[in-house]
């Protein structure tokens, strides 16, 4: 397994933005085929936010997330973006990275994903 390293998250007022980055050591990043960001909030299952096919740039999304998050890769594919717009108290969560190998059954499923990072935490505030 590779560890994965989250960074961005933070404190913010409902209706800000926040935006989430994820690397991977060296250039294991270039080797995946889906990365994705799940989210748990306490005393919730963990749940899938988005995810992205690294080769052709499709997208996924939480039914509770569209239109308001982006997914995204730099154009080497060294980070994962997650953009977040528009924030509302229920996106209050712990935010994990996470990557595979393989295509995925279920996009937006955390058992699908083999390498995760340690997470970063998003705070929304009224």
């Known amino acids: 397994q590779v560890q994965l390293r989250e960074s961005g998250g933070g404190s913010v007022q409902a209706g800000g933005s926040l935006r989430l980055s994820c690397t991977a050591p060296g250039h294991t990043a270039s080797s995946y085929y889906s990365m994705g960001w799940f989210r748990q909030a306490p005393g919730k299952e963990r749940e899938g936010v988005a995810a992205?096919?690294?080769?052709?740039?499709?997208?996924y999304y939480a039914d509770s997330v569209k239109g308001r998050f982006a997914i995204s890769q730099d154009s080497n594919k060294n980070t994962l973006y997650l953009q977040m717009n528009r924030l509302k108290l229920e996106d209050t969560a712990m935010y994990y990275c996470?990557?595979?190998?393989?295509?995925?059954?279920?996009?937006?499923?955390?058992?699908?994903?083999?390498?995760w990072g340690q997470g970063t935490q998003v705070t929304v505030s009224s």
């Open positions: 996470a990557a595979d190998l393989f295509e995925p059954d279920d996009w937006l499923e955390a058992s699908e994903y083999n390498d």
């Open positions: 992205i096919y690294t080769v052709g740039g499709s997208t």
